[in-house]
């Protein structure tokens, strides 16, 4: 009797667990899911390219300026040349902000397209 019993109840557990797993692998295998987990595997790797390729990009500069250096030294070239101050004219008319010309005089920009030329 308890022989029975045993076999019976260690049936009863596997077809539970054989179920379970069945039940599991088919909503792993449905569309939706399948689309979630592509999505992810490919955000993953976007990520971890996008990862490498800035490291790569520092590696560059790094070596870049390295390299600029040692072109400076061998050609006894300054390493750090003063600029001209940037030139900034404005895209669009701004007469509350007018360009100095001298100490006296500002000029405007008008940029009106309906405007005879």
């Known amino acids: 009797m308890f022989r029975r019993t045993f076999w019976f109840t260690t049936g009863v557990a596997a077809g ?10 088919l909503k792993q295998l449905t569309p939706e899911s399948l689309a979630v987990t592509a999505a992810n595997k490919a955000l993953d790797a976007g990520q971890r ?8 990009a520092l590696d560059v500069r790094d070596n ?9 030294d061998a ?12 030139r900034r004219l404005p895209a669009i008319e701004n007469r509350s902000n007018p360009i100095p010309v ?16």
């Open 49 to 56: 390219i996008k990862e490498r390729a800035v490291g790569f």
């Open 64 to 72: 870049m300026a390295q390299r600029e250096a040692e072109l400076g």
């Open 16 to 25: 539970v667990w054989a179920t379970t797993k069945v039940n599991r692998k």
């Open 102 to 117: 001298d100490d006296t005089t500002y000029q405007t920009y008008s940029y009106n397209r309906n405007e005879d030329h």
């Open 75 to 86: 050609l006894g070239i300054d390493a750090n040349p003063e600029l001209p101050a940037p």
